[in-house]
């Protein structure tokens, strides 16, 4: 008997009963059908590589998460034959004259569990959403500058994570060695940079130097943020050892922690098999989400240009009232004696009392203004920021990538090549047995090395694959930057809003004519 699906024909009289077995165990209780996540947990169940397995899910899949019975049946006869070491094609089942062979599975009865597992995550996917991200902690970076000499040589940090409920104190290079050991245990991953130790020598002002203080101080908080909101670093012992070590040497307790540790490839349990997990198209998508973040990543700039371009002019108008206001009370503060003149009755005397009064909402208004600004660095500008950070650390990666782990695995195939030309050669025109000998064992260290630098290349892209996910992961922040924005302009509005209208209703007040109205301030 042969029964007629997408794939051809097959002949049911080839089926072991150990096939109908296992779909009795696996099948929906409502009809034959079985779901695919369940064929795709049979398919976890087997030694076969996840490049294999895709392979196999993608033959029998019909597109509607559900495989027939002879879906099932092909699916099975695929997995033994892979089992055996032969390619999952469903050519191989056409003209099929002998039974299937059996697919390398267990009893059938201990599958019927496999119907009320949840399907595993590949661990090349990020399923955090960004909620999740910002909840993993929040570290905040106070600035204690020393007492000691007269200009501020050094500065020491109070470092506090909310997640460890603890404080703890850190200079600049304590930060300094943090982020050296991170690229070096984390080289395929996005590690924010570091802001610079010191500004120019002698182009700041004593002002400015306080002002890039401050800078330094907000772009260290933006790295730990960072750092401790990453899925990866922030279960990682070097993250855990800078954010609650009190000690009197955290560096040297770092370096040790590092070296016990190793790098990300000798310790992933993934790093081996990398190339198994990463999808066929990985070079085309790496590209295209290099090209998108690019694009990204100069907008948000743009953005953040502009946002603090506003931040600046709400400091220069809070400026700009209070002096506006210290005018007026200088010039209602003037005494000097009103001259009595025969041509008009002057009301100057009693008026500029008045105008004195006014510097008090001015003040108000400047202090408003200064608010408003200092909302558009903190909330706006500071989120900007912390994106252009993860931004830029992901473009940095890429290069990392390109020209670290990519250029030296092409360098060693080129001297791979030139020492099988030197083999060649040897063989061709013969040399001493010793020179050989050695120029052979070179070759294997080479090729060793290849393989080696191979998988490390497949690990880059496979990280590559995982910073690009959080990447995007973090693109929301758009919304909360946005809202932060509108909020902050609706509250300055509003309570500066409050602030005219009160001064509007005094200059009523004052200026009102003798039925109490007031004339317009401007000719018509």
């Known amino acids: 008997m042969e029964i007629q699906n997408s794939y051809g024909l097959l002949n049911v009289g080839s089926v072991p009963s150990y ?32 490049t294999v397995q895709n392979q196999i899910a993608e033959h029998v899949n019909s597109g509607d998460g559900f495989l027939s019975k002879v879906s099932l049946y092909k699916g099975l006869a695929l997995i033994a034959l892979a ?3 032969k390619p999952p094609s469903p050519k191989l089942l056409e003209n099929f004259i002998q039974e299937f ?53 050094h500065v020491e940090y109070q470092v506090t994570s909310e997640r460890f409920t603890v404080s703890v104190y850190r200079r600049y290079t304590d930060f300094d060695v943090f982020h050296e050991l991170l690229l070096q245990r984390y080289a395929y ?17 004593s002002m400015s130097e306080r002002e890039f203080i401050e800078g330094r101080r907000r772009a260290l908080g933006r790295f730990l943020n960072l750092v401790a909101r990453h899925p990866v670093f922030s279960e990682d012992e070097l993250v855990k050892t800078f954010l609650t070590f009190s000690g009197s040497d955290v560096q040297t307790k ?39 973040i690019k694009n990204i990543h100069n907008s948000f700039q743009k953005l ?43 009301p100057w005397a009693a008026l500029r009392r008045s105008v004195k009064g006014l510097s008090v909402e001015f003040s108000l208004l400047s202090e408003k203004a200064a608010q408003q600004g200092r909302r558009e660095e903190d909330d706006v500008v500071e989120k900007l920021n912390l994106f252009l950070d993860l931004l830029q650390s992901y473009r940095d990666l890429c290069e990392r990538h390109e020209k670290g782990v990519l250029h030296e695995h092409q360098r060693a195939l080129q001297k791979y090549g030139v020492m099988k030309r030197q083999i060649l050669s040897a063989t061709v025109q013969p040399k001493e047995q010793v ?49 932060a924005f509108v909020n902050s302009q609706v509250q300055g509005h509003k ?30």
């Open 19 to 50: 096939y109908r077995e296992v779909h009795q165990a696996i099948c929906s209780r409502t009809d034959e059908r079985v779901p695919l996540s369940v064929f795709q947990r049979v398919l976890s169940r087997t030694s076969l590589s996840i």
């Open 435 to 483: 020179s050989v000998e050695q120029l052979e064992s070179r070759i294997v260290q080479q090729e060793n090395a290849i393989q080696a630098m191979e998988l490390r290349n497949y690990f880059s892209l496979f990280c590559l694959h995982q910073e690009s996910q959080l990447i995007f992961t973090y693109l929301p922040i758009t919304s909360h930057i946005l809202g």
């Open 254 to 292: 770092l370096r040790d922690a590092c070296k016990k540790l190793g790098d990300e490839f000798m310790t992933c349990k993934y790093a081996t098999q990398a190339k198994d997990y990463l999808p066929a198209d990985i070079q085309s998508q790496f590209s295209s989400s290099r090209e998108l």
């Open 495 to 524: 309570e500066m809003g409050e602030v005219w209208q009160d001064l509007h209703s005094k200059l009523k007040s004052i200026f009102g004519d003798g039925n109490g109205q007031s004339p317009p301030l401007s000719p018509k």
């Open 189 to 205: 991953r996005v590690v924010p940079a570091l802001p610079p130790k010191r500004a120019l020598k002698g182009v700041l002002t």
């Open 304 to 346: 953040r240009d502009r946002a603090e371009r506003m931040a600046e002019r709400s400091k220069e108008n809070a400026t700009d009232l209070l002096m506006f206001g210290k005018e007026l009370s200088s010039l209602g503060s003037d005494e000097s004696p009103v001259p009595i003149l025969a041509s008009c009755k002057s």
């Open 101 to 153: 062979p059996k697919p390398q599975l267990g009893e059938p009865r201990e599958l019927q569990s496999l119907k009320m597992q949840t399907v595993q995550e590949s661990p090349l996917n990020l399923s955090l959403a960004l909620g999740e991200l910002l909840k993993k902690d929040t570290i905040k970076v106070e600035l204690i500058p020393e007492k000691k000499g007269l200009f501020l040589k």
């Open 83 to 85: 089992q055996q070491g």
